[in-house]
C-alpha cells in the first residue's frame, strides 16, 4: 500500500491524514505542485510496449507513480517557474511547458497503473465548473435553486423582479483575496437593490445569481465512492449564519441526519455523472422538507466535522477509503477504526 498526496506542507486537512496513514503503517509521500520545477523535477519514460513516471524532490526522494496505490488530489497546485531566472519574453511559455510537463505525469501516471485517483484530475477540474454541476443536478433529478448565470445587466435586473428582490449572489470561482498580508474569502449575501442597479458593475464579471429558498436547515454531506455521511447544519440559529453557515460554524449547532435513501440514490448518481468518488455536498433543506441541491465541492473540507462530532469518525472513513482494496468503498475503516482526529488536530 502506497498512497501519495498532492498538497502543500501546510495544509492542515493533508497533515493530519498523512500523519494518520503513517500511525497505521502506510506508506505515504508528499509533492506540492508549487515545488515543481524549480524544486522537485518530473520525468516521463514512454518507449513500445512499456512506460514510467517518477517525481524527485528536493529532499532527494524518489516517488515511482507505476508503485503508488492511491492519489489524493488534496490541493490542485500550479507550478511555479523561476522568472528569475529567464528573459521577460519567456515567462510565459516557461510556464505553459511546466503546466503541461505537471500535467502529463498525472494523467500518464493514471494509466500506469490501477491507483484509485481521488479525484481524477480531468473528471474534478470539469466538476469545479459550476454550471456543469447544476446541469447534471437537473438530469439527475435533484431539486435546485432557480438560476441565473449571467453578466447581462438586464437579465440580472429582470431575474432579481422576478424573484421578489429576494436574490443571492455567488461567484463561479472560490472568492479569496489576499490583502495586507490576510486571507479574505467571499461569503455568500443577498444582492442589494443598489448592487443590481448598477449597470457597469454587473457587466464587469459574470457571475451566479439564485432565487433564495428559505432555509428549515442545511446539510453537509461527505461522500466516500457509496459511503454517505450527513449532518445537519442549525443555520438559521443565527442571524450572521443565515444565508452562509460558514460564517458562524463554531456557535451553530451540528447533530448527525439520515438522509432519505431516495437522496442518497440521486446524489450518488451525480457523483458518478460527474466522475467524482470524493465530494463534499451542500444541501438546504426547506420548512416543508423539500431538499434543494447547492452544490459539491469535489475537495471539501470534512475534518471539521470530527472536530464537532468526534463520533463521525471521517477521518478513520477517509483513510480506509483511501486505501481500500476492494471498491468501492462502503464504510467499514477496518484497521482504521480508532483513528480520533483529537490525536492529530
Not at 128 to 142: D, E, M, S
Not at 178 to 189: D, I, K, Q, R
Request: proline share 5%; charged share 25%.
Amino acid at each position: 500500500m502506497s498512497v501519495l498526496v498532492l498538497s502543500h506542507d501546510q495544509d492542515a486537512h493533508g497533515n493530519i491524514v498523512i500523519a494518520a496513514l503513517r500511525a497505521r503503517d502506510v506508506a505515504v509521500s508528499r509533492v506540492s505542485g508549487a515545488d515543481f520545477p524549480i524544486l522537485d523535477t518530473a520525468s516521463i519514460h514512454l518507449k513500445s510496449g512499456q512506460g514510467e513516471a517518477f517525481i524527485e524532490t528536493a529532499a532527494g526522494a524518489v516517488i515511482d507513480l507505476s508503485a503508488v496505490t492511491a492519489v489524493w488530489r488534496r490541493r490542485g497546485e500550479r507550478p511555479r517557474i523561476d522568472a528569475n531566472a529567464m528573459h521577460p519574453d519567456d515567462r510565459e511559455f516557461a510556464h505553459a511547458e511546466a503546466e503541461a510537463a505537471a500535467n502529463g505525469v498525472r494523467d500518464v501516471s493514471a494509466l500506469l497503473n490501477d491507483a484509485a485517483w481521488i479525484n481524477p484530475r480531468r473528471n474534478a477540474l470539469q466538476a469545479q465548473n459550476k454550471p456543469y454541476q447544476l446541469a447534471h443536478a437537473i438530469r439527475t433529478r435533484l431539486d435546485i435553486p432557480d438560476t441565473l448565470i449571467s453578466n447581462a445587466p438586464d437579465e440580472v435586473q429582470s431575474f432579481y423582479h422576478a424573484h421578489a428582490q429576494s436574490v443571492i449572489y455567488k461567484p463561479l470561482t472560490p472568492g479569496v483575496w489576499n490583502e495586507g498580508g490576510e486571507s479574505l474569502a467571499y461569503f455568500v449575501e443577498k444582492l442589494t437593490e443598489d448592487a443590481v442597479s448598477d449597470d457597469a458593475l454587473l457587466k464587469l464579471t459574470p457571475g451566479i445569481y439564485q432565487a433564495y429558498i428559505d432555509k428549515a436547515f442545511e446539510l453537509r454531506v461527505t461522500i466516500m465512492d457509496r459511503f454517505v455521511h450527513a449532518v445537519k447544519i442549525d443555520s438559521q440559529a443565527l442571524k450572521a449564519s443565515e444565508t452562509d453557515w460558514r460564517q458562524s460554524i463554531d456557535q451553530l449547532k451540528i447533530e448527525p441526519f439520515e438522509l432519505p435513501q431516495e437522496l442518497i440514490e440521486k446524489l450518488l448518481n451525480l457523483m458518478t455523472a460527474l466522475g467524482l468518488r470524493f465530494g463534499a455536498v451542500d444541501l438546504i433543506v426547506t420548512p416543508d422538507n423539500q431538499y434543494v441541491f447547492l452544490e459539491v465541492n469535489e475537495m471539501g473540507q470534512f475534518l471539521w466535522i470530527d472536530k464537532f462530532l468526534p463520533e463521525a469518525g471521517l477521518l478513520s472513513h477517509f483513510c480506509a477509503f483511501l486505501c481500500c482494496a476492494d471498491r468501492p468503498y462502503a464504510g467499514s475503516p477496518g484497521r482504521f477504526e480508532n483513528l480520533k482526529f483529537a490525536d492529530y488536530e
